[in-house]
């Protein structure tokens, strides 16, 4: 009887929108029965590649994801730990500070851009707000890209974004990994034939859905060069900059002014001594955020267009490709091999060794009938090599 296996809830939620999607009459029996699904039929089933499009490969993929971890389930037995919940007052302490965040962020945006153009002359007041709605909306989208997340992570309350396609290959080929790891370190303890067959047949199953990511890995390998996101981090960068700068501008008009008072010194903000140090402490502000931050900014802007460089990297690796391919090969090789097993027939083999030693000896002996006369001599020495050579075929069929 072969091993079934119980389909997770969220297994069973994309179960119901892949029946939607394509007509397989193994999902409806699944979907009839997700308590008591064969571990074989399952297995078979994930040996196969689904054609899809934009709008169906999320799903679909999401869906082979959720298989794999119901795989690594039924055989690891690990008890599935439910998500604790959160205490009110630390989800209302983060939905505080992010409105406070984003408050926080339009004034900064708008007030340090529009007090910088304030400083040209002629400036139109129409640009001045308009520069300031722009940079207070990527200050806020600096704010949620960096700063919400941390404080998430430091009040415990789960800040769940919503994953993109690349998050879930990348969870696809994590499930992979740890199915490979899981049969590498038990197949040794394999008790029956069955087992190391189930084995067998999901270890090239993993490699099929390996190589079948193979496309996905071109694909947002050659992403990283599309003109359009390339611009687009550019641009966002250099204006994330400019906020930077405006932050340290001021600051440093702020120390020329107050140095200036100690002096007794009545200045403008547009006093040449004030002027310099306020751009110093602003070109100093630009400087530490293009070496530091500016690259957390473009992989920001990259999770926009769901292609974070760091993931794809992670994802298209060749090296790490070949590698993980070579140990599922290492890994086949490993099992042991399947005996073949021969059906018991020796009654029939004893029959067909008796008739072919028979034919055999009297060739040799050429006892022919046509003068009508018998030789018993003959006829004992056919007799004792045919017992000698039964005897030899005998002990052939013992071995085997």
């Not at 699904?37 to 994801?65: A, C, G, H, M, Y």
């Not at 879930?168 to 490979?180: F, Y």
């Not at 040449?272 to 602003?282: D, E, H, Q, T, W």
Request: proline share 5%; charged share 20%.
């Amino acid at each position: 009887m072969h091993t079934t296996l119980s389909l997770s809830p969220k297994s069973q939620a994309l179960l119901s929108q892949m029946t939607g999607l394509i007509q397989d009459e193994t999902l409806l029996r699944w979907q009839k029965n997700p308590e008591a699904v064969e571990r074989r039929e399952l297995i078979t089933w994930l040996n196969q590649t689904i054609p899809s499009d934009k709008s169906t490969r999320f799903l679909i993929e999401s869906f082979f994801t959720s298989l794999l971890q119901d795989l690594r389930q039924s055989f690891s037995h690990e008890p599935l730990t439910p998500q604790p919940k959160q205490p009110w007052y630390r989800k209302a302490t983060f939905f505080g500070l992010a409105i406070a965040g984003t408050l926080l962020a339009i004034c900064e945006g708008f007030d340090g851009v529009a007090s910088l153009f304030g400083l040209l002359p002629a400036i139109s007041p129409l640009f001045l707000i308009g520069a300031g709605v722009v940079f207070s909306i990527l200050s806020v989208a600096v704010f949620y890209g960096f700063d919400l997340a941390g404080i998430s992570d430091n009040l415990g309350v789960k800040f769940k974004q919503t994953p993109k396609l690349l998050d879930v290959l990348l969870e696809q080929t994590a499930e992979i990994k740890k199915l490979r790891k899981y049969i590498d370190s038990h197949f040794h303890k394999a008790k029956t034939a069955e087992e190391l067959d189930e084995m067998r047949m999901m270890i090239r199953m993993l490699r099929g859905r390996y190589e079948a990511l193979q496309g996905a890995r071109e694909e947002y390998q050659r992403s990283l060069n599309n003109p359009v996101i390339n611009t687009t981090k550019s641009v966002v960068g250099v204006l994330t900059g400019v906020l930077f700068f405006s932050g340290g501008f001021f600051t440093g008009q702020s120390l020329g002014i107050a140095i200036a008072g100690l002096m007794g010194v009545s200045a403008a903000v547009t006093f040449p001594p004030i002027l310099i140090l306020s751009v110093l402490a602003g070109l100093a502000a630009f400087s530490l955020y293009w070496y530091l931050e500016k690259p957390g900014v473009e992989n920001l802007v990259s999770d926009w267009f769901g292609l974070n460089k760091e993931k794809i990297e992670q994802f298209s690796d060749e090296n790490e490709v070949a590698k993980q391919l070579q140990k599922l090969d290492v890994l086949e090789e490993k099992l042991p091999k399947l005996p073949k097993v021969q059906p018991f027939d020796a009654p029939d083999r004893l029959a067909r060794s008796e008739k072919k030693g028979l034919a055999e000896s009297e060739q040799k002996e050429g006892l022919y009938h046509s003068n009508g006369l018998f030789r018993p001599r003959l006829t004992r020495s056919r007799s004792e090599n045919n017992l000698g050579y039964l005897h030899s075929q005998m002990l052939t069929i013992d071995r085997t």
